[in-house]
């Protein structure tokens, strides 16, 4: 269930909000938010179900009089499930609304607007970290990742400036720095690598090699260094260097390897050891992911597999924390949007697109194949009576039906497919 932290009673006003706590009542009105703070998290329960808790900090004045300096902080916190409306969307959308066309007023007027690490007016940009400034028109790009407010010079890879998602009033930095750089991520002229365009993020995942390899390459070097050592007596040089060699061989076996995956605009590039794969987003065509989170933790690993059309295939686990977990669903969500619109195609096409082993999406529908060589069942979408995406699988609730069907998330292509469903508004 959603709940509203931090008040007794909520309410929404035309143009402002109601707060009643611990026996009192205070009114704002939506001019007096001068400063807005959105945090989100995902917290897994004990059955491994995410739930999603936002907080909405709002700096407000501390009275009546708009040039009362004094300001205080009001929080409220929205805990939603998987099906929960989000009662406190409207108002926060609406808040960010408003702020965002008074910051943009008082930008006309000559005005300097400020948020947490920044101050911005039509002559300049300052970032406060660096305390360097330049002309708005210079920032070339602005965009988020990994809950981050990125900014770019012309020619550069790296950002120059980096602002959190949650930091105050970043989100309407974004939307002022949109009158001066265009925020809908064009095509780059500055690439990296073949074609990729700028880098989005990277994974590096190191890897040992088991135990007994690791034995075995002790075990073969000390054997082997003893006998070069009894063979090569008559000329010390030459044995000294021979072990070197054969220890030097070894190292590799004991030290393990490391596996990087870097994430582009346009594509992926995978290394291992001396060997680097380069995968095309438009060149995809299944994906899968497999997500494992122990309960109550804010870490775990996706093992992600991507293939093209030419049935090249990478795969990789990526270990993530509560921070780099949205990287890794930026990942998903980019390769899954590729496939979905293949699959969106087909559909318009063919009136049929394959999603998993045993189900395939139809334009009015799902045809559902229980066993491989079994009947096939037409399903109309208005016989899903409901639906659950938890602990790893699918549940579809079927009208007249005994048993729901149950999917994988696992199977190729099943994000993609549902990628497709959200599109068409069956499951959200």
Request: charged share 20%; with cysteine.
């Amino acid at each position: 269930m959603s709940s509203i932290a931090h008040n007794e009673s909520f309410q929404t006003m035309q143009a402002g909000f109601l707060l009643y706590s611990q026996g009192h009542r205070f009114e704002y009105q939506d001019q007096d938010v001068l400063g807005i703070r959105i945090d989100t998290q995902r917290q897994c329960d004990l059955l491994g179900e995410a739930n999603t808790v936002e907080s909405l900090q709002l700096r407000v004045r501390g009275s009546d009089d708009a040039s009362d300096s004094r300001v205080g902080w009001v929080t409220l916190t929205n805990e939603l499930g998987p099906f929960d409306a989000d009662r406190l969307g409207p108002l926060r959308d609406r808040l960010l609304d408003d702020l965002w066309e008074r910051s943009n007023s008082a930008l006309c007027r000559g005005d300097d607007v400020s948020g947490d690490g920044w101050t911005l007016s039509l002559m300049a940009f300052t970032d406060h970290q660096s305390g360097n400034s330049c002309f708005p028109q210079q920032i070339a790009k602005v965009k988020w990742i990994d809950d981050e407010l990125c900014l770019w010079h012309e020619d550069e890879e790296e950002p120059f400036a980096r602002y959190a998602r949650s930091a105050e009033n970043s989100l309407i930095l974004y939307r002022l720095l949109g009158q001066f750089v265009d925020t809908h991520d064009p095509a780059e002229p500055a690439e990296t690598g073949v074609g990729l365009g700028r880098r989005l993020n990277q994974f590096t995942t190191f890897h040992r090699h088991p135990l007994p390899v690791r034995r075995l390459a002790v075990q073969m070097s000390l054997m082997l260094a003893g006998l070069l050592c009894c063979m090569s007596l008559y000329s010390m040089g030459v044995g000294i260097v021979l072990v070197m060699v054969v220890i030097a061989s070894a190292l590799p076996l004991l030290r393990g390897y490391s596996e990087t995956l870097k994430h582009f605009e346009r594509g992926l590039v995978w290394s291992s050891g001396n060997r680097e794969q380069l995968i095309l987003f438009e060149q995809l065509e299944w994906f899968s992911a497999d997500w494992q989170q122990p309960p109550g933790s804010q870490s775990g690993t996706v093992s992600m597999v991507f293939e093209t059309r030419d049935h090249r295939r990478i795969h990789m686990t990526l270990h993530f924390d509560e921070k780099s977990r949205t990287s890794a669903e930026a990942i998903q969500t980019h390769a899954s949007a590729i496939i979905a619109e293949n699959m969106r195609q087909d559909l318009v096409r063919q009136g049929r697109t394959v999603w998993t082993d045993r189900l395939s999406i139809l334009r009015n529908g799902l045809e559902d194949r229980p066993l491989p060589a079994g009947p096939i069942h037409v399903l109309t979408f208005d016989e899903i009576e409901r639906y659950a995406l938890a602990t790893g699988k699918l549940t579809l609730w079927i009208k007249g039906a005994k048993d729901p069907i149950q999917q994988p998330t696992t199977q190729l292509n099943f994000y993609p497919g549902l990628m497709l469903l959200n599109m068409q508004g069956i499951i959200s």
